[in-house]
């Protein structure tokens, strides 16, 4: 059999190099990593915040793939089940990191069970355009529970839609939604205490400022 040459594997389409790559063929998969690798890599560096992790993430990602291509079977779309893939990887990452912490948050958590009154936060609040700072933003998306975090950055940073969601972490669409508001509400509270501790941040510097030129 005339073997492929490279040229032709780099302009592969995706549904050919998947067959190629699952009958073991390593340049076919290596189209799909040049495919796939960048999204992959961003989905990992939105749920960690550290690049040299996401990179190690994304390589471990594709590891999996390798190993699993052959189970993949187009019943969703392949970018769908490879983020699946790589959104486990993650999980389990940060299931080793954050356990005692989830554990708590999720013991202290529940508002529904308390009778306050339901807030819901739309998605343009927290899209954020402008009016909450990012670096702020992103503190708070990292201290999120690691299974909000997934559905947060799934929905509102990569795009996705909650049936997808709903495939990629192996959840009901309704636990997707619920997951989504209580991440959404609390980045809503993680952003009020930052804001909280840099006006007594602020207050204690005039203080000082006017105590030396008294």
Known sequence: MARTRPTEVRELGEAEAIRRAQQGDAEAFERLYRLHSRRVYALCLRMVGNTAEAEDLTQEAFLQLFRKIGTFRGESAFSTWLHRLAVNVV?????????????????????????????????????????????????????????YRSVFVLHDVQGYEHNEIAVIMNCSIGNSKSQLHKARMRLRELLQEFERSRAREERQAAKGGSGASD
């Open 91 to 147: 999980l389990m990452r940060l299931r080793k990191k954050t356990l005692a912490e989830t554990s708590l948050d999720e013991a202290t958590e529940p508002d529904e069970d308390a009778g306050g009154p339901r807030k819901d936060i739309g998605g343009p609040d927290l899209r954020l355009s402008g009016s909450v700072d990012r670096v702020n933003l992103e503190r708070a998306v990292e201290q999120l529970p690691p299974g």
